[in-house]
DNA sequence: AGCCTATATCGTATGCATACGATGATCAAG
DNA sequence: CTTGATCATCGTATGCATACGATATAGGCT
């Protein structure tokens, strides 16, 4: 009964609501900020400013990383985090022009 | 032990993922889209167009209401919905200024 | 080799989001 | 006032996301 049916939504809504997916969540948003903000990118540092478990920054590190948004080197026994700005630039760019073409559709005459 | 200690966030970041937490389900997608690109804006209408049972449409609605970002008005047996497009613009401006923000601190001597 | 540090991953528990049928509420029409 | 249409809400089931401790992995150090 749970059976969403996604497939049956159109791409372009797929494509917006699985951006919005990964922003969904303030530990994701804080690790972009976190990321952008200081020159070192290392994990240690993101677990420190979170208010989360070590596993969990990992966990989120993860899905940030399956969406390309950050990469991720080994650097010794450390990880350096870093964002993918061509990627982040992409995302932002296409939140863009959604809500312009939600603006260009903008009726009058409703309601 | 799954207490996501959400307080404990910055501010700044849950207003970004409150935003995309909006955006993050297709149907509700599909809804404002619609909603922009139809001229009847009737709850009927959206309950044709997805592939939902109507309670979930509803559910749905609902959510976009809480948040501001739509409108309904009751009209006669049926529900006439519209977007509030100054709240959109609002959500707009603000993840473009997040974006800008974020671009801003771009660091080059990182990874 | 042995140990420490840093991180990823596993396993598990739990809560929230979601979907839906059923029911309730409201209005128009006859 | 009854019927049909439209929609909201309730109750419930279920899956996904999330959080965390525990464990595995890997590298550096002595």
Redesign the pocket.
Known sequence: ??????NEFHDRDLKISDFA?VL??P??VAILRVLAEKKEC????L?ADL?????????????LQEVGLIQ?T?D??????CIDWKVFDRFQRDMGKWSEKMMNLRQDNCC
């Open positions: 009964m749970a059976m969403p049916r996604l997916k969904s969540h530990a994701r290392i994990c240690g540092d677990v208010p989360l478990a070590q596993a969990s920054v990992s966990q989120h590190l993860k899905a991720g080994i010794g026994p450390k990880s350096r985090y």
